[in-house]
């Protein structure tokens, strides 16, 4: 019995049969909003099973509809990514805020609570505490190092524990690199779930990726990316993508196909592209941050850095184990306090030359930004001070380029301040 290939091995060719596409070694786009039945019955069949009728039947394959629904480009892109995450299936959206707000909607109802880490992505952090609320979603909170006890405690005295139906963390968060045990959130999730009624944890991996990270082998039921990050690569395409299991995802993928806001042929096209080169690229991604904190670690003018690799079993035991346990690497992403405010931080981010300055991360260029005013803006002003996100704070997503230049670049910059 042949070894079973690595994932990065896979991505050149899972899921397409070159012989349905003229021999093309690639796959094609498939340009098309509609797809021709061979029979009536064959059009029946599919839309029984899409729209939940019935299961699919064991060695059924099923057909193309609309692509709305599916199209080659999806399925063969939701294939390759399961490969990563070892998800039993995997939802492809048109962007990662689709793929949260999707989640978010199917597994939450008026009278609800949903439970989150924080601090959280800006636009996850808006959307669950100025939108979900319109719709009679109660929301409670909980920081960085508090125990599972503390948790629990702050569960019950929203009053509302017997409505908790998901879990909802960031890990690594942004932009502080802090780490939620996944596990742990699990174990909450389990204890206020009942017979009747499962609570499920949902976890935001988009700051490790699926190489670095593997949240569903820690018990999360779902997991989350906004694939423009590190699965696209590039800065030239908006997607996002869930997994999880067969039964969860049928749920997900039901509700994307009447919200529509599944990705688009050409954007899977793209996606599939990038997965051929992610492990590269990540790879040399976390080499990079690693020198590049090295660097920040010694200047001068450099208050404070968060980099996953300056955790220590003495300097901080409760992340350093938690980073042991979930993160295979120390990442790409780094953020960092300048000595001063907002006035340094912006002399430092309008001196960069290599470095673009924008929002955004994961990409094969090195990116800088300046959360507290940029991503993390419609925070609220105390959260952001108590998790640490001031005016001083830059953030940097690591890219591919030579990391004697990524540093040079940075230390010109720091000079101007």
Not at 73 to 97: P, Q
Not at 379 to 386: P, S
Request: charged content about 25%.
């Amino acid at each position: 019995m042949s070894k079973k290939m690595k994932p990065e091995s896979l991505m050149m060719s899972y899921g397409y049969k070159p012989e349905l596409s003229e021999g093309a070694v690639k796959c094609p786009i498939f340009q098309t909003s509609t797809f021709v039945f061979k029979s009536a019955e064959d059009g029946k069949a599919f839309f029984e099973v899409a729209y939940g009728l019935r299961s699919q039947q064991e060695g059924e394959e099923l057909g193309l509809i609309y692509s709305r629904i599916n199209n080659p480009d999806l399925e063969i892109l939701e294939n390759r990514l399961t490969l990563w995450d070892e998800a039993e299936d995997c939802a492809v959206f048109e962007s990662g805020m689709a793929a949260i707000t999707t989640v978010l909607l199917e597994f939450l109802k008026p009278g609800d609570l949903l439970l989150i880490s924080n601090p959280l992505y800006g636009g996850s952090d808006h959307f669950i505490k100025k939108v979900l609320p319109k719709f009679g979603v109660h929301v409670a909170q909980f920081r960085v190092g508090q125990t599972k006890d503390e948790i629990i405690q702050i569960v019950n005295k929203t009053g509302k524990a017997d409505k908790l139906a998901l879990i909802y963390i960031e890990t690594p968060a942004n932009p502080t690199n802090d780490l939620i045990d996944i596990e742990v959130s699990k174990e909450i999730a389990k204890h206020f779930s009942t017979t009747d009624k499962e609570v499920y944890l949902a976890v935001d991996n988009t700051y490790m990726g699926p190489v670095w990270q593997h949240p569903l082998k820690h018990g999360a039921d779902l997991v989350l990316y906004s694939a423009t990050k590190y699965i696209g690569g590039h800065s030239d395409v908006i997607a996002g993508a869930c997994l999880g299991s067969k039964s969860l995802m049928s749920r997900v993928k039901a509700l994307r196909t009447f919200l529509g806001n599944m990705a688009s042929p050409h954007t899977g096209w793209l996606l599939l592209r990038s997965l051929e080169t992610l492990k590269v690229r990540m790879d040399a991604q976390a080499m990079n941050a690693q020198k590049v904190a090295e660097f920040l670690n010694q200047h001068p003018k450099v208050e404070k850095v968060y980099y996953l690799g300056n955790l220590t079993e003495e300097n901080n035991p409760a992340q350093f184990n938690i980073k042991q346990k979930q993160c295979l690497t120390n990442g790409g992403m780094i953020s960092f306090d300048v000595k001063g405010g907002e006035k340094e931080a912006f002399a430092f981010l309008n001196s960069l030359k290599l470095i673009k300055l924008a929002v955004s991360l994961g990409s094969t260029e090195s990116l800088a930004e300046h959360p507290a005013t940029m991503t993390h803006v419609d925070v609220d002003t105390a959260l952001k001070k108590e998790l640490s996100i001031t005016e001083k704070m830059i953030r940097l997503s690591i890219g591919v380029e030579y990391y004697e230049d990524i540093i040079q670049d940075i230390a010109h910059a720091l000079e101007k301040i």
